[in-house]
């Protein structure tokens, strides 16, 4: 047999990868200049985050020649709201002004300059109204409501709320030997994509239906958000998204402002619409991941045994639900890596006059793990105790709970502390820093450990598939998740190849399109590997057992006797008595034998407790672990990342040049976070809406990334994968903050750390110090 043994874990290149080097990748904008007669689409959105719209005058708008039409929200052809979680964003604002990214009229013209001076010819007139800005008022009783007939909220301020409670954390906070007590914030941060929101939408003149050419996670759950706005049942939305220019969690439903625009555009019209968003527009409009601010007590005996936590965390929720299970991932994963036997954890998301908090990689464990690693190093500052000690003597191993009460096990994969020691290694942790010639330049090391699961952790989380053999014994597999560059694709290709007995240059994968593909769940939450690729082995395994069957009448062997490799199926130890796939497949066919079948996998069933959080909400977690070198200069405050170590326990490795990519990529973005991306708002109105004021990482400001995979198999994924996209993007802010603490000896506990906030805090202890 010409083909290795097993494709599993083979860097098997992605066949994405060329196209896109190349410039020959099709993306949706590409698409709209192949097409004829397609207008564009613009919006009118609001000067202010809290208003009364009074009047809009589009006289003058659709008096311009070249403009086809001009809607406002009198004009729409169904429901005036829609939502990934909750339909409470207006398609066209109609009374209340919640946040500066409302529009209030559409346009559709027949070119972008056109549908712009139309735009600008719209009169609009606005009440302003007293924004209200911080979610902590926003929680008081008798505070003003955001929304006063919300559909989930319904009379407050809360969008969402969880709370984790374990034993009894008063008391043995009262009892502990050392009790930490701190107040962490994180902020706002963009997405930072290169292709910014953007839809091509289609009136579908045949059926009377539209079909949306739109970036996204999930074609299946744009339909569902969409739908009633359009006026149309789910059958008549057809969803299908290319290749995406990047998306990070945003595009799961930021998109949906532009594609519910294209969508009621095309309709009105009858024709092709192209809507996209300029890059003011998608840092303006679009939702951030959530600022928080938490109240933190972490309690300790006196040789380093955490003994209790207490946390209250506050969410800034923005004006819109959006995707909202924040406060329960930041809740169930308050406790981080660590044994603590009594915890209360409690936290809201709040409704506020800002633009709205999304999806984001990480989904809430970032913000949760900053805090909890943060107050692992000042205990063992505090202790006189090395941090990885202490981590060392907490850590969770086989048999031990965390704080939602889930058992870890080693069967489900749990290389934790091997990525802990794995990072060390690299890095020298047992050896001292090696400080500067140069007296200005202090340098210091931190660490970090965190877990992340697998899955959204809801009762419905499932995948689905389709897989059809072809004449030819090639395969064809129609998936529902995206490709959004994390090399999907080749994941998927390998696991069905590697199942089915054939190469991946047999295998084609359908990816994206709710019309020709179940419902796979969105390309979210580090699932779809595991997910998905879970219901491909199943979908081949059955197709597989059929071949085998009527490969045995042709061989006159038993169906357990034989084995497909390379396309062959041939008897175990006999290769010369084999039979081609594609004459099998021929054979099937002539037999009805059905050749196509339906792949699905769930994991085991859990039921969430609303009541104290005490439940087995994923059924594997990834690990991993960052170490970190940074230089300070003590004169200016500027400091340089030298040096960055992670590790990641993801399992068997699927294809190792993709789990590298995500976890280069990911690590990227978490020293983004850290060192210097921040969103910032003034009364509600955005002062980051280019990359002059809204910061990113580029290569000068990262040291080469080093980056161990280590496998600890989870009986229950794939060939024992588990998730890989989120969980490296989680570790570097508190590896780095603990690495300045190292360095200059102060602590920080609100991101970013800017070297204007750490010469503010130098210059604030020189101070003292006087």
């Not at 874990?9 to 990748?25: S, T, Y």
């Not at 301020?157 to 050392?178: F, Y």
């Not at 859990?606 to 230089?631: I, K, L, W």
């Not at 109105?685 to 989870?714: F, K, R």
Request: hydrophobic content about 40%.
């Amino acid at each position: 047999m010409g083909r290795k043994k097993t494709i599993i874990g083979q860097p098997v290149i992605r066949p994405d990868a060329l196209a896109k080097v190349q410039g020959r990748a099709r993306y949706i904008g590409d698409l709209f200049l192949e097409r004829k007669n397609c207008l564009v689409g613009r919006a009118l959105f609001a000067p202010c985050s809290h208003a009364r719209l009074l009047r809009v005058d589009t006289s003058a708008a659709e008096a311009l020649p070249g403009v086809v039409t001009v809607m406002t929200a009198k004009d729409l052809p169904g429901l005036n709201a829609y939502g990934a979680a909750a339909p409470d964003k207006p398609v066209l604002a109609d009374g209340i002004i919640r946040y500066q990214g409302d529009p209030v009229a559409f346009v559709a013209a027949v070119d972008r300059q056109t549908a712009d001076r139309a735009v600008a010819l719209i009169r609009a007139e606005y009440e302003p109204l007293e924004p209200q800005l911080d979610p902590r008022e926003n929680l008081r009783p008798g505070a003003p409501l955001i929304h006063e007939n919300h559909p989930i909220s319904r009379g407050s301020n809360v969008s969402s709320k969880w709370r984790v409670e374990r034993g009894d954390a008063a008391a043995a906070l009262a009892q502990s030997d050392i009790v930490l007590e701190n107040d962490f914030e994180t902020q706002m941060a963009d997405h930072a994509y290169l292709e910014t929101e953007n839809c091509l939408a289609e009136p579908d003149e045949i059926e009377g239906g539209i079909h949306l050419i739109a970036p996204g996670h999930s074609a299946h759950l744009n339909c569902r958000s969409l739908a009633a706005a359009f006026g149309l049942p789910h059958s008549k939305v057809h969803v299908t998204t290319p290749i995406v220019g990047g998306s990070f969690g945003g595009k799961e439903d930021s998109n949906l402002e532009v594609a519910v625009m294209a969508g009621v555009l095309a309709l009105k019209t009858g024709r092709p619409v192209f809507c996209e968003y300029t890059r003011e527009e998608s840092l303006r409009n679009s939702g951030k991941r959530h600022a928080t601010r938490s109240h933190r007590k972490l309690g300790a005996t006196k040789d380093g045994i955490l003994t209790a936590l207490e946390a209250d965390i506050v969410v800034d929720k923005g004006a819109y639900r959006s995707i909202d299970p924040i406060p329960q991932r930041m809740s169930m994963y308050g406790g981080g890596v660590y044994r603590i036997p009594n915890a209360k954890v409690e936290a809201r998301s709040v409704f506020t006059h800002h633009v709205y908090g999304c999806a984001f990689r990480g989904l809430g464990v970032p913000q949760a793990m900053f805090s909890i690693e943060c107050q692992m190093d000042d205990l063992a500052r505090r202790l006189g105790m090395d941090p990885v000690e202490l981590r060392l003597k907490n850590l969770l191993r086989e048999g031990d709970s965390i704080i939602t009460g889930q058992v870890m096990r080693a069967d489900r994969g749990l290389g934790l502390e091997k990525c802990i020691r794995e990072v060390c290694g690299r890095i020298g942790w047992d050896r001292p820093v090696e400080q500067s010639g140069d007296p200005n330049i202090r340098r210091g090391r931190g660490i970090a450990a965190i877990m992340y699961g697998s899955g959204t952790g809801y009762p419905d989380d499932g995948a689905h598939c389709f897989v059809n053999l072809q004449m030819d014994g090639s395969l064809m597999v129609g998936i529902g998740t995206a490709e959004l560059g994390q090399g999907g694709l080749a994941a998927m290709t390998q696991i069905a190849a590697e199942t089915l007995g054939i190469s991946c240059s047999m295998v084609n994968v359908n990816y994206s399109d709710n019309h020709a593909s179940p419902e796979t769940g969105a390309t979210v939450a580090s699932r779809s590997t595991v997910f998905v690729g879970n219901a491909i082995v199943r979908g081949c395994t059955i197709l597989k057992e059929r071949m085998l069957g009527c490969a045995g009448k042709l061989l006159e062997e038993t169906p357990e006797n034989l084995e497909i490799e390379d396309g062959i199926i041939s008897v175990r130890g006999n290769e010369e008595k084999s039979v081609p796939l594609r004459q099998v497949v021929r054979a099937a066919y002539m037999s009805q034998v059905p050749l196509t079948a339906v792949g699905d996998w769930y994991p085991p069933l859990n039921r969430p407790d609303p009541v104290n959080g005490q439940d087995d909400r994923m059924h594997t977690y990834t690990f991993g672990a960052q170490a970190v070198e940074v230089s300070v200069d003590i004169g200016t405050g500027v400091y340089t990342l030298d040096r960055s170590v992670a590790a990641f326990d993801i399992g068997r490795v699927i294809n190792p040049l993709c789990a590298e990519g995500q976890v280069e990529g990911g690590v990227t973005q978490g020293i983004g976070y850290a060192m210097m991306e921040n969103f910032e708002l003034k009364n509600g109105i955005a002062v980051s809406d280019t990359y002059h004021s809204y910061l990113i990482p580029t290569s000068m400001d990262l040291p080469s990334l080093e980056t161990i995979l280590v496998e600890a198999p989870n009986e229950l994924g794939p060939y024992g994968a588990k998730g890989v996209g989120e969980p490296p993007v989680t570790a570097a802010a508190p590896a780095i903050r603990n690495a300045l603490l190292d360095a200059i000896g102060i602590p920080f506990y609100s991101l970013p750390i800017t070297p204007m906030k750490v010469l503010a805090a130098l210059k604030a202890r020189e101070r003292e110090e006087a």
